[in-house]
């Protein structure tokens, strides 16, 4: 690295403010155990060139200070995240490695100029994660949990999109579910402490799965696996990617995979008959989850769980849990119909139609998701477990059809302000031109053309929700590695615009918006 490479970073370092978060890394260090954990494969001593101490040790001292609070729902000792990292930067290449390299892919986030730098370093940390990989996949039996190993293919897997927003992880997230379903099948002879380890990794894994679910065709673990996660997770802690509801997390994934699915049939060439056929296995499914679902309860506060930090009780993740099971139930409303039908009134419009009554049932849903969204203050350290739902939420916010156009006349200004361009159903009246008679000036505004109509409280709703969904989605643009939010924000904006185009019955769908613009990325 440059020099001037080297400088850059020393200056970035020394104007990053700390987070109130987490403690220093000097306390950090104190707590950290000299001695190698037992499950840790020997692997060559790690070291440093002395041209490249100071620039590890300050990617260090950035990946506590700054990337962890970041990368975690909250943060605290009971984030198990820092806790892994406390245990075994020091003595593990690999974690080590992986955190330096989670660092630079941090900063180049926000500093281009950083980029080789930050691949450099994902380079690096992928061979040692290889090496230690081969050792550990030449293992007949384990005999405890191989912890830096899984925590390090997490640590590249989730953020390999800092630094490209269309890349998933998916070699490091693919490593991690077929090394976790081998732990898994060999966990009964594994230690207390090892069990809640794997217990964490598959909360952990069941959270990528769910990133995963919505932009992508991959296949999860299969039926048998999940069950036997299922029953091995227990949520006496919180996790810091899945709250305080690992379930809900799994069934947002099975909802939104099954949405896919049904989206992609329909899209295709296909026999009829056999269309069909799927299509009601489909509607069986999507009942099984809504039943699910609509049993779930989330405690908002309890005294035997505790996050140990002060800007994000646990509340705040019931919260996130409970926006996740709205965000489930809407999307399986908005694409099955059938769905929506065995719940209305036999005398129901929508009997007559075949179409989703959105004023009666999807608008209502995701507005009251954006009120749970709203009891969640902006400041929560939930932000980088966030950005699914402000898309999910954006989903159901079309305006009702009778004040479409009226609707984006009142609120053009204010569109053109969030979404940084005009919207496609705004109002452009003939320029006016400056008059030194100030009646003059005024009248002539007044005899303007224009384009009035009533609008209904659900229209003004609707604007005022969509302006919340954009506010906070520049907040986690500004608080999160921003590549990602960018993605996000660009798909809920392609959303709207074709909502606004859309007149009449609601023909289209987010799903096809995401994939006919390739606006992709891991929104979390």
Same mark, same amino acid.
């Given at each position: ?7 850059? #970073? ?6 990053? /403010? ?6 220093? *890394? ?11 954990? +037992? ?20 990617? #260090? ?36 490695? =992986? ?5 630079? +892919? ?5 500093? /281009? ?14 061979? !040692? ?34 630094? @490209? =927003? ?5 070699? !490091? ?27 964490? !990794? ?23 696996? +999940? ?27 099975? =909802? ?15 026999? &009829? ?8 296995? $489909? *509607? ?11 049993? *779930? ?8 769980? @505790? ?10 993740? +019931? ?6 099971? *709205? ?21 129901? &419009? ?11 049932? #999807? ?16 400041? =929560?350290?939930?932000?980088? #477990?966030? &950005? ?11 305006? $009702? ?15 053109? @302000? ?15 031109? @400056? ?54 924000k660009d798909l809920v904006q392609s959303i709207w615009r074709a909502y606004d185009n859309d007149i009449g019955s609601p023909t289209v769908h987010w799903i096809d918006v995401?994939?006919?613009? $390739?606006?992709?990325?891991? !929104?979390?």
């Open positions: 690295m440059s020099d001037g490479g080297m400088d850059e #970073i020393s200056q970035l370092f020394a104007e990053e /403010p700390v987070s109130p978060r987490q403690p220093s *890394l000097g306390v950090i260090v104190q707590q950290s155990g000299a001695s190698r954990p +037992a499950d840790q494969t020997q692997l060559a001593p790690y070291s440093l060139s002395p041209s490249l101490a100071d620039t590890s040790s300050a990617f #260090i001292i950035n990946w506590f200070e700054q990337v962890c609070p970041a990368w975690s729902g909250f943060d605290s000792n009971a984030n198990l995240n820092r806790k892994i990292a406390i245990d075994l930067w020091r003595t593990s290449a690999t974690v080590c490695s =992986s955190l330096e390299s989670m660092s630079a +892919a941090f900063l180049a986030s926000r500093l /281009p100029s950083m980029r080789q730098s930050a691949l450099r370093l994902m380079q690096r940390a992928t061979d !040692f994660i290889q090496a230690e990989l081969q050792v550990v996949k030449a293992q007949g039996e384990f005999r405890s949990v191989p912890t830096g190993l899984v925590f390090s293919l997490f640590c590249l897997g989730t953020t390999v999109c800092w630094v @490209d =927003s269309r890349l998933y992880g998916l070699p !490091f997230l693919r490593e991690v579910r077929s090394l976790i379903r081998r732990l898994n099948a060999q966990s009964a002879s594994f230690s207390t402490a090892n069990q809640d380890m794997l217990s964490f !990794f598959n909360k952990s894994l069941a959270y990528c799965e769910m990133l995963l679910s919505v932009v992508r065709d991959d296949e999860p673990l299969d039926q048998g696996d +999940a069950d036997l996660a299922l029953q091995i997770i227990e949520e006496r802690s919180p996790h810091p990617w899945t709250g305080v509801s690992t379930l809900t997390t799994r069934l947002f994934a099975e =909802s939104i995979r099954l949405c896919r699915s049904a989206r992609h049939r329909l899209r295709q060439a296909m026999d &009829p008959q056999k269309y069909f056929s799927n299509a009601l296995q $489909d *509607l069986i499914g999507a009942q099984r989850l809504e039943e699910q679902l609509l049993e *779930l309860e989330f405690p908002s506060e309890t005294p035997d769980v @505790d996050t140990g930090d002060s800007s994000t009780p646990v509340s705040h993740l +019931a919260r996130v849990a409970e926006a996740y099971r *709205l965000s489930s139930l809407l999307h399986l409303y908005q694409t099955f119909p059938d769905l929506v039908s065995l719940r209305l009134p036999a005398e129901s &419009p929508m009997t007559e139609s075949g179409s989703v009554p959105w004023d009666e049932w #999807i608008i209502p849903l995701a507005l009251r998701l954006v009120k749970v969204l709203e009891h969640i203050p902006a400041t =929560s350290g939930t932000r980088v #477990i966030q &950005p699914l739902l402000y898309i999910s939420a954006s989903t159901g916010l079309r305006h $009702d059809a009778p004040a479409t156009s009226d609707m984006m006349g009142a609120f053009g200004s204010l569109q053109q @302000d969030l979404m940084g361009g005009t919207g496609s159903n705004m109002f452009s009246p003939p320029p006016l031109f @400056d008059s030194h008679n100030l009646s003059q000036y005024i009248s002539q505004m007044a005899e303007a053309p224009t384009r009035e109509g009533s609008m209904s409280n659900m229209t003004l709703d609707v604007g005022s929700a969509r302006h919340f969904v954009m506010r906070r989605l520049s907040i986690l643009e500004s608080s999160l590695p921003p590549t990602p939010v960018v993605v996000a995401m994939e006919d613009n $390739d606006l992709r990325s891991m !929104f979390g």
